[in-house]
């Protein structure tokens, strides 16, 4: 096999005559907020610290004449990309975009047009997927100041309806990364020559401190067996494994040491979190126990011998074994509480979030009453949810949980009631409000990762029974199916399935809020797709949505059609229903209870 590997620069992989394309064979785009979130916040640590960040490996085919194609790197390539066209964007809109150093003015834009484009600076160097191509070039790539350039929307305004289905992940990332970029700007904001220094060292840190292991194959078959043998020899050591190590290492030069029971302690650890990351467990660990530095991976071990230093090896074994049962104890699988209540909270916000573990790590590793370990857990689960909703920052909100923490550890541990309950107070001041929640699930389309935990929420705020459906298995389904079946009359009810402009599709209003429910038992396929009475009625061999003792399908199996004002009237009563299930005063109260959907 041959192959070249060699560390660079990002502006030596984007520089020169090098063309990079994604080849047809290459799945979409598909990075999601927390991929966003997670590249931003490597990029304002590399900038901070003005260190060099490792980018990751990527692997190119070598095509002749310095054109090549990524065969790994699509993703971090293509936000790289967009991120560049922002940047350049900023500066277009800027009366003067150039940089004085020592008297001599640098034009910023030329620094990003070196890695957007060749060096006869017009033709461009990226070529983006297949599917996403022609958009990412006349809304992306191309000058702000071209004439044709277009003007791409969250919506997808003038993209047809299989030109929206392809970018959806593209347009969700563009404006996340566009907000992020305004966030990092808004801070000097009021002063342009400060401005344009922070522009300058962040176009620095894409281009010299973001380095790439840049591996070269001659073709596809060298590039199949390179990943063959990276992925598939051997058992990996673990950073666990390094780290118990490590700690043996340094409590063998105490005395009275038993190095057996070290090694069961660490292993005890480890087993509790089951199939959990344990660096991940770790990561939070470090971040609750202190609330001012951040915890990059990287960075875990240097900290743990940091820690280990201060402390000493037995001492912070003893701490970590301990935490990793309160860990446990917050993942709800291995070990749960006595407290039913208690239980169904952390499973539901287990559904959809880990981050919350580093503010609730020091809450349930204190001395508090079982009253106030619900409330705690519900004033988390509160903020959470409607951060997740909102698209909030993650970074923000791990932010957030650290210096929650330090408020607990510094003013209610083991005990003081009233102080935690002023800290959760305080903490779910931070959430979105009403108005910000009911507007989002009126506009956007649910996150999947959202839509088990609202119709858990609402089916029991309905029904009355908080926990039936939490530990019982459910399916997601929708009323109007995704994609119909031919004998079908749904595009009729609803929508066209192809639409232009801003008009509403039918793939639009079947993504609604108010188009989901839960089923107890998986509708069968001929059932799922077809027209909604044959849904409703079911066949002999195969129960319809009559048969669900869940009530938000009891609510509306008498109706006779099911439209898309059906579909926008329950989405109206869903924000509704969720804003409230949510709000400060239910979680103080937990039996809240709503009115069933009437259409």
């Avoid at 043996?248 to 199939?275: P, T």
């Avoid at 779910?428 to 989002?440: G, H, L, Q, T, V």
Wanted: proline residues 3%; negative net charge.
């Amino acid at each position: 096999m041959e192959l070249s590997a060699e560390q660079f620069s990002l502006s030596s992989l984007l520089g020169g005559g090098n063309k990079i394309r994604i080849p047809e064979y290459q799945r979409n785009y598909a990075w999601e907020a927390t991929n966003i979130d997670q590249y931003f916040e490597d990029l304002v640590t590399v900038v901070e610290s003005k260190e060099d960040h490792f980018f990751g490996p990527i692997v190119l085919l070598d095509e002749g004449n310095l054109e090549y194609s990524v065969i790994d790197g699509q993703q971090r390539l293509t936000t790289t990309i967009m991120l560049l066209c922002l940047i350049r964007d900023r500066l277009h809109g800027m009366d003067n975009p150039n940089h004085l150093i020592e008297g001599t003015p640098l034009p910023l834009k030329t620094l990003v047009d070196q890695m957007l484009k060749l060096n006869n600076f017009v033709e461009y160097r990226f070529t983006a997927n297949h599917q996403i191509k022609g958009i990412f070039r006349d809304y992306i790539l191309i000058d702000p100041g071209a004439a044709v350039r277009q003007e791409l929307t969250k919506g997808g305004k003038g993209l047809n309806q299989t030109e929206k289905q392809a970018t959806r992940s593209l347009r969700s990332a563009y404006f996340r990364l566009k907000d992020g970029l305004d966030g990092l700007l808004k801070e000097h904001a009021n002063n342009e020559e400060e401005l344009k220094q922070f522009l300058f060292e962040l176009i620095n840190a894409l281009k010299d401190s973001l380095k790439v292991l840049r591996i070269t194959v001659p073709d596809e078959n060298d590039a199949y067996v390179l990943f063959e043998t990276l992925n598939d020899r051997g058992v990996r050591l673990s950073a666990p494994d390094l780290l118990k190590s490590y700690t043996l290492r340094e409590a063998k030069g105490l005395s009275d040491v038993d190095v057996e029971d070290i090694i069961g302690q660490w292993d005890l650890a480890v087993e509790r979190l089951g199939d959990y990351s344990f660096e991940k467990f770790l990561r939070h660990y470090l971040l609750s126990a202190q609330d001012k530095e951040k915890v990059q991976n990287k960075r875990i071990f240097a900290m743990f011998k940091e820690r280990i230093g201060t402390v000493g090896a037995l001492k912070n074994l003893e701490e970590i074994a301990e935490a990793s049962y309160v860990y446990a104890v917050l993942l709800n699988k291995k070990i749960e509480t006595l407290d039913h209540e208690l239980n169904a909270t952390l499973d539901r916000i287990n559904m959809f979030s880990d981050t919350h573990r580093v503010f609730l790590l020091p809450v349930f590793g204190g001395e508090f009453s079982d009253q106030l370990l619900r409330y705690a857990a519900r004033a988390t689960e509160m903020l959470a949810f409607r951060w997740t909703l909102r698209g909030g920052n993650a970074q923000v909100l791990e932010n957030l949980y650290q210096r929650y923490a330090g408020r607990v550890r510094d003013e209610a541990l083991p005990n003081k009631t009233g102080a935690l309950t002023q800290i959760l107070e305080d903490l779910m001041k931070e959430a979105p409000n009403d108005e910000e929640i009911r507007n989002e699930m009126l506009s956007a389309s649910p996150k999947a990762n959202l839509v088990e935990y609202v119709m858990t929420r609402v089916e029991g705020a309905l029904s009355g029974d908080l926990l039936r459906w939490t530990k019982q298995p459910t399916w997601k389904d929708q009323f109007a199916p995704k994609s119909p079946s031919k004998d079908s009359n749904w595009y009729d009810m609803i929508a066209p399935e192809n639409t232009t402009g801003e008009e509403k599709s039918y793939e639009d209003f079947s993504q609604m809020w108010g188009n989901q429910t839960l089923v107890e038992f998986e509708l069968d396929g001929s059932l799922r797709h077809t027209n909604w009475a044959k849904k409703v009625a079911g066949t002999i061999e195969h129960k319809g949505l009559k048969e669900s003792e869940v009530q938000m399908n009891s609510d509306v199996v008498d109706e006779t059609q099911w439209t898309k004002d059906h579909i926008l009237s329950r989405t109206k009563w869903m924000a509704d229903a969720i804003a409230l299930i949510t709000s400060v005063a239910a979680t103080q109260n937990e039996t809240v209870r709503v009115e069933s959907f009437r259409a």
